[in-house]
């Protein structure tokens, strides 16, 4: 079992959709979260970092962490086109020195 | 501020070849992590230094190494390179070891071309 897994989609919304991203992960000791955005051939790019359960907002993105069921969920609200990339979840190593990543949902908005 | 910085963007080498990669931390932080990214796939850890000292290496062959510099910049080597380890290799920096309110900052990554 892969520590961190996710739907690899592909997921094609139209403009001004609420988006929903998943991931679950397989270790309860970890306790932070990330979700990145990777745009073609180039690096992640930090959208959130949550620490244990609860929700964290930043403008149109909401993070949320259920560590009940070892779930983590990126929220987008009203999707644009520039919100078309492949979106990363990860969770830090209970170890401390390493992230372990799902294997990136590709979302593609349509105006 | 500038970002993490790599060199070279792209490289194509043949296989039995080594390869140099660089990366160039944010100001200021000292930890630098590596990580390998196959198409289609999400990055998977190779090494983490922190002031100069590995701090985690990932499940990777000997043949890959790494050493980070006083000025906390980095080098990741491969040797004998095989056609799979044509990938995107991520530098990312952050500003303690891990752990709490140090998420990995990326570089736009070095494409490396085995051929």
């Known amino acids: 079992q892969k520590e961190v897994e996710q739907d690899p989609g592909p997921l094609s919304v139209p403009e001004g959709a609420i988006v929903s991203l998943n991931c679950t992960y397989s270790?309860?000791?970890?306790?932070?979260f990330m979700w990145y955005r990777q745009y073609s051939r180039k690096g992640p790019e930090l959208l959130m970092y949550t620490y244990s359960s609860g929700n964290k907002e930043d403008g149109r993105f909401t993070a949320q962490v259920d560590k009940s069921s070892k779930y983590i969920s990126l929220f987008i609200r009203d999707s644009q086109p520039s919100d078309s990339a492949t979106y990363l979840c990860a969770s830090l190593s209970d170890t401390g020195n390493q992230f372990y990543f799902g294997t990136g949902t590709s979302l593609t908005v349509i105006p | 501020d500038a970002g993490v910085t790599q060199s070279p963007t792209h490289l194509i080498k043949t296989r039995g070849q080594h390869v140099t990669l660089r990366c160039s931390p944010i100001s200021g932080h000292k930890s630098v992590s590596w990580y390998q990214q196959v198409l289609g796939q999400g990055p998977q850890f190779i090494f983490q230094?922190?002031?100069?000292?590995?701090?985690g290496r990932g499940n990777f062959p000997d043949r890959f190494s790494a050493r980070q510099f006083p000025n906390y910049s980095s080098e990741l080597n491969v040797n004998a390179l095989l056609l799979g380890d044509s990938a995107l290799y991520l530098c990312?920096?952050?500003?303690?070891?891990?752990?709490?309110?140090?998420?990995?900052?990326f570089g736009n990554g070095t494409r490396l071309t085995v051929t």
């Open positions: 990312a920096s952050s500003s303690l070891t891990g752990g709490s309110n140090s998420p990995l900052h």
């Open positions: 270790n309860s000791a970890f306790q932070y």
């Open positions: 230094y922190y002031e100069k000292e590995e701090r």
